[in-house]
């Protein structure tokens, strides 16, 4: 396991307040806000995209118009969803509105964590260390491997029979 996945969320919120404490460290950003104090990021995982608005609120998440829970039943896609927010110390704090299309639930949920990653380094610039020590401004670019002409799939053999 690398050095990275071993670390807990403690570990990062903890890794955040040594950031926060010296503020020369990292290069001052401008927040990207439109004239609705709303910051946009596009997300991408596998074959999916996400476009990714947040402004501060609630903590309401809506998914192609749908509410969170609807959209992403299994509670494991709704918690990638709230990862980046949880180390960040911003939960129920943003409202998200995105689209996300392409792909399968798994990736479009993967798409939406990167798009509200990126979208609030934009509202926030300062926050910009804490997700990238988490690596979810990072696009996971493994896709799905291309199927091979005399293969069942990308790899499998055809089944043998002497007979």
């Given at each position: ?112 964590r990167h798009g509200i990653s990126r979208a609030l380094t934009h509202y926030e610039p300062e926050l910009r260390g804490i997700l990238k020590l988490a690596g979810f401004l990072t696009r996971d670019s493994r896709v799905v491997e291309r199927k091979k002409y005399g293969r069942a ?11």
């Open positions: 396991m690398s050095e990275t996945q071993s670390r807990t969320f403690a570990d990062l919120k903890d890794l955040a307040v040594a950031t926060s404490a010296n503020p020369e460290a990292t290069p001052l950003r401008e927040p990207k806000r439109d004239a609705l104090g709303r910051s946009y990021a596009t997300g991408r995982r596998k074959n999916a995209i996400a476009r990714v608005w947040i402004k501060p609120g609630k903590g309401e998440i809506q998914v192609n118009g749908k509410r969170v829970g609807v959209y992403f039943a299994r509670p494991v896609l709704r918690m990638l969803l709230t990862q980046p927010f949880l180390i960040a110390d911003r939960y129920n704090q943003f409202d998200v509105f995105c689209t996300v299309n392409g792909g399968g639930l798994s990736g479009q949920a993967g798409a939406v799939k990308a790899r499998r053999s055809f089944q043998f029979s002497k007979r």
